[in-house]
């Protein structure tokens, strides 16, 4: 017997069911869509996600001492490649020194790496823009060695580590706040947020800005 020849009773609950039904799938599509509004279009794979981060020990910008990279297992790491010379690293250098100062009791240390620049110029930079705290460290990549293992395609980049050493984000061209601090937060909960690409960098002193990858 059909539904349309059903006692009413009986088609009262079909009718019910297929109401259910159409409710769930309704449900179902607009929690699939608006997982897809949360995600930035521009994250992609990188082949450095999952690789353990390059075993550097970088001598300090200012002083005498030194910074190694396989020293800082345990604390979540910002690395973060700027120079004075780049237009973008200015732009971000406030978001860089606001995260440090707002994590560092999360264990999240910051070293920066001072690419292809001058001493004095990269010095004049943070006297005029400001230095971040006890947890943020500047150092020099000598003859660009860090910056070969890293991939290094032009400044600013920024990678993430975790407390396994693992690099499990990175973000290519000029940070913000809000950007940097949903990246640690992921990081620091277990996640690997992936990579993001497409921000403006330059790839040398005196270069275009060009899109990242």
């Known amino acids: 017997m059909s539904d349309l020849l059903a006692p009413p009773a009986r088609r009262?609950?079909?009718l019910?069911?297929?109401?259910?039904?159409v409710v769930l799938v309704a449900v179902g599509i607009g929690a699939l869509f608006g997982s897809r509004l949360t995600v930035d279009p521009t994250l992609v794979e990188s082949p450095l996600i999952g690789r353990p981060?390059?075993?550097?020990?970088?001598?300090?910008l200012e002083g005498s001492g030194e910074v190694s990279l396989a020293a800082l297992r345990g604390q979540v790491v910002v690395v973060n490649f700027w120079a004075s010379w780049c237009v973008a690293c200015r732009e971000e250098h406030a978001a860089l020194v606001g995260?440090?100062?707002?994590?560092r009791d999360a264990g999240v240390t910051v070293v920066g790496i001072d690419y292809q620049d001058s001493t004095s110029s990269a010095i004049t930079f943070l006297d005029e823009l400001g230095r971040g705290g006890e947890n943020y460290h500047y150092v020099s990549d000598v003859r660009s060695r860090a910056a070969l293992e890293f991939g290094l395609f032009g400044v600013p980049e920024t990678f993430v580590v975790d407390r396994a050493g693992t690099i499990v984000a990175k973000i290519t061209g000029p940070t913000t706040y809000p950007l940097l601090a949903g990246t640690l937060d992921a990081v620091i909960a277990g996640e690997r947020p992936g990579a993001r690409t497409g921000g403006v960098v330059q790839p040398a002193p005196g270069a275009p800005l060009v899109e990242g990858r």
């Open 12 to 14: 009262g609950r079909a």
């Open 16 to 21: 019910r069911v297929a109401a259910v039904a």
């Open 53 to 60: 981060v390059p075993d550097l020990t970088l001598p300090a």
């Open 99 to 103: 995260a440090a100062e707002q994590y």
